[in-house]
């Protein structure tokens, strides 16, 4: 072990969803449910938890790149007996990873980003803006076959009346009423958050 930080399980657990890894007791019962796992074997729950107890971060970055595979199916969630909450664990390693520069952001984490801000800005969510903000900020094109025929699919069983309202509101952005005050709210949690959380990983504050 090149890299030992005693931090690890204190830096993990200052994140969303990482707050209780403490309770871990190495059952294994994350793992065995893991619909990840089932398909590729080095996805382990398991044993990145016990690398970040025992500050083992190189270890722990050897994985870097399968971690953010996380599909948050949740059924570690259910099944574990200590009540960790391993999808919560990996989704704040994962924030941990991208925090600390090991990592790009994954795409998991772009598109929470996109919807938080759509749902802070406008206290309303509209699908597709989500999904266009999210294309654009990873690459893909708008027009992908999967999503032309499930718009196919929607369009042949959508009253007209709704599709024409949820056309509106694509083009004019529409806000809950007076929600400028939640707005404020939000973003001012949202930053002492933050906050706190680079803090707690030794990392500066946004400028």
């Not at 949202?190 to 500066?204: D, N, P, T």
Request: aromatic share 10%.
């Amino acid at each position: 072990v090149t890299d030992y930080n005693e931090a690890l399980q204190d830096e993990i657990a200052a994140l969303p969803g990482g707050e209780h890894i403490h309770r871990c007791w190495q059952c294994g019962s994350c793992t065995n449910a893991c619909t990840v796992n089932a398909v590729n074997p080095d996805f382990n729950p398991r044993y990145w938890i016990y690398l970040i107890r025992m500050g083992m971060e190189s270890e722990l970055l050897r994985d870097k790149d399968i971690i953010w595979q996380c599909v948050s199916c949740n059924k570690c969630t259910y099944v574990c007996p200590r009540d960790v909450f391993p999808e919560g664990v990996m989704k704040a390693t994962s924030h941990w990873l991208a925090l600390k520069g090991h990592t790009p952001k994954s795409k998991s984490m772009i598109f929470d980003e996109e919807f938080t801000a759509q749902v802070v800005a406008t206290g309303k969510i509209e699908e597709g803006r989500v999904i266009r903000g999210f294309f654009a900020k990873t690459g893909q094109p708008l027009l992908q076959d999967w999503l032309v025929e499930m718009a196919k699919r929607v369009a042949r069983r959508l009253p007209f009346r709704l599709g024409f309202l949820m056309g509106l509101a694509a083009i004019f952005r529409p806000r809950t009423r007076g929600w400028g005050k939640a707005r404020d709210a939000i973003t001012e949690y949202v930053e002492e958050q933050e906050s706190r959380q680079r803090k707690a990983l030794g990392l500066k504050d946004k400028p």
